[in-house]
């Protein structure tokens, strides 16, 4: 029963990830065209617009913060292989628990922060300093939402390696990695 519950917690903020990451890329075409339509503009035109270089600001961040958990969720980022790849799984486990929870500390300072950066925003009118001059305050309330999710995505992880140091087994069943130790595969194949 109590594994079911961790699997669908687990799932379930999978999927929430999932699909934030996924209507961040969507953003992805509509920045390329802002940049290409700022370049026409520019060269073909002769007259350069004043909102595309913040548009394309606000969309960079917007999809690279957004997407930041679905890369950790598909362990996209970089990790220091040196030592992570000489120690056992269930080790390795252990050094994911450590790196998570500094993360999940410095994240939630960034969302605290984000938070402050907000509240001045919107009573200061804060603006960005340019000839175009958009609003701050949907900035800070995309790294609060960015680092929510990062952080839900670092519980889920957090959970299935906690499940996987006390069980030795799967939460949820993961693909083959390709980072396991040769004398692993050695010991599968034996036992085929």
Known sequence: MFTK???????????????????ASVLMPILAATVAFEVFSRYVLGEPTIWAYDVSLF?????????????????????????????????????????????????????????GKFEEAVEFNYRRQSEWAPSMAHFWVMMMCASAVFIAQFTSDMVQDIYFVITGKDLIAREVESIEQPQELIEQAGDA
């Open 59 to 115: 969309l960079f961040g917007y999809i690279a913060a957004l997407g930041g958990a679905l890369a950790q969720q598909n362990k996209a980022h970089i990790n220091v292989d040196v030592l992570y790849l000489s120690v056992s799984t269930r080790v390795r486990s252990l050094f994911n628990l450590f790196s998570y929870s500094l993360a999940i500390f410095f994240l939630c300072v960034v969302m605290m922060m984000a938070f």
């Open 5 to 23: 519950v961790l699997t669908a917690y687990c799932l379930g903020i999978n999927r929430v990830v999932y699909w934030v990451g996924v209507s």
